[in-house]
């Protein structure tokens, strides 16, 4: 397998906002919730990915990612949810399905990398586009789900 760099970077990003969700379940979420968003700023380097000369990818294609990335947040975004404690603060609540859904869908992007038969460039590109598409509205969702809690008291 090719691990360019962008791979390892991609790998970091998803280690450390699945040890965030699994920190938040046994320590407080400080502050207003703002940090729930700042984790997409890790997709930054990726956007290189989007504007690489060297992927040819076709709208269809680009679709076909956006609709399976929208698919692969729905069970993240039911799966995530926040409670206030006795103690005050704001958690994410404990959820093993979780963890699970988390794990799993890593694991089918993974396997779906070396089975799609294209040039590294452009599977990077679409695999990054489906990153964006199922990160972006699960962390979103999940900002709004804090902050209703957040605001309830």
């Known amino acids: 397998m090719n691990y360019n760099p962008i791979l390892i970077i991609i790998i970091f990003v998803a280690a450390f906002i699945f040890y965030r969700q699994i920190i938040s379940m046994y320590k407080p979420i400080k502050g207003k919730g703002v940090r729930i968003l700042v984790t997409l700023f890790l997709l930054t380097p990726g956007w290189s990915l989007i504007m690489n ?3 040819e990818v076709a709208p269809l294609e680009v679709t ?4 399976f990335g929208f698919l692969l947040s729905i069970p993240l975004i039911l799966t995530t949810g926040y409670e206030r404690r006795e ?3 704001i ?3 404990k959820s093993l399905a979780f963890i ?12 779906l ?6 040039d590294s ?7 990054f586009i489906t990153a964006c598409a199922y990160l972006i509205p699960w962390k979103v969702l ?5 902050r209703k809690v957040y605001l309830m008291n």
Request: avoid cysteine.
């Open 142 to 146: 999940s900002f709004y789900k804090f």
């Open 121 to 127: 460039d452009s599977r990077m590109k679409l695999f």
């Open 113 to 118: 990398r070396g089975i799609i038969d294209m």
């Open 91 to 93: 958690y994410v609540k």
């Open 87 to 89: 103690d005050g603060s």
């Open 53 to 55: 000369p060297n992927a």
């Open 64 to 67: 076909i990612a956006l609709l």
């Open 100 to 111: 699970f859904l988390f794990l799993t869908l890593f694991a089918i992007r993974w396997t």
